[in-house]
């Protein structure tokens, strides 16, 4: 079975332009959660969705990040605009009920 | 206080050796938990479950303490591959979510 799929696995841009982050979860899972890991801050939860539905973005930095899942089987986190102390690796996991969650392989981003 | 406090670490330790992490948790309601492994520049990915007492799979053995609010997890000789970050994850099922503790990193040397 396919796991959670992220794109792209890096991203390197310059500071003010537009970034977006794409995750597919897995098949029947109902949760989805965005989370951002720096060597200074460890694993930050952003935000994350039940069925669709955005309940707990208070995790999301500042106005320059949003996140959207406009279905069961996609979901993207933007930055607009970036900033250099965005750069960290993003990770998107999913999972069934709110326990076990499974990871994708991340979003490497820089921010230069 | 956080709500989930891991052993700073870093652990450094011979191969063959025994090694523990401690993790305690502030949420009494709390019924599962789980370990997490998270290798460099890689995702966390599952290690345990623990959903009563305790859990044992071959060298590793995690520990539930509910009335001092811990959890340990136990690896008997170490493997150079057991080197990595353990992560403590405590869900929270009123608030459908997991707070991640900050990891503890672990080095077997040969």
């Known amino acids: 079975d396919a796991g959670v799929i992220q794109s792209p696995r890096h991203e390197v841009t310059e500071m003010g332009q537009e970034v977006t982050l794409r995750c597919k979860p897995i098949?029947?899972?109902?949760?989805l959660f965005w989370y951002r890991q720096t060597m200074m801050r460890g694993l930050e939860l952003l935000i994350y969705f039940n069925n669709n539905v955005p309940i707990d973005d208070s995790g999301m930095p500042e106005d320059r990040f949003s996140a959207k899942m406009p279905n069961a089987s996609f979901s993207t986190l933007k930055i607009q605009p970036s900033e250099p102390r965005d750069s960290a690796v993003y990770f998107c996991a999913s999972s069934l009920g709110s326990y076990l969650q499974h990871f994708g392989d991340g979003t490497r981003l820089s921010i230069l | 206080r956080k709500e989930v406090e891991q052993d700073p670490g870093p652990f450094n330790v011979p191969e063959g050796a025994t090694v523990a992490f401690n993790c305690t948790y502030s949420n009494s309601a709390s019924q599962s938990f789980f370990w997490y492994r998270q290798d460099c520049r890689k995702e966390p990915k599952l290690l345990m479950s623990v959903y009563s007492s305790g859990n044992e799979d071959g060298r590793f053995t995690a520990q539930l303490n509910r009335a001092s609010q811990y959890i340990s997890l136990l690896i008997r000789d170490s493997k150079l591959s057991d080197s990595a970050t353990y992560l403590c994850v405590v869900p929270n099922t009123n608030a459908g979510k997991s707070t991640f503790g900050d990891g503890t990193t672990l080095t077997v040397k040969p």
């Open positions: 098949s029947g899972h109902d949760y």
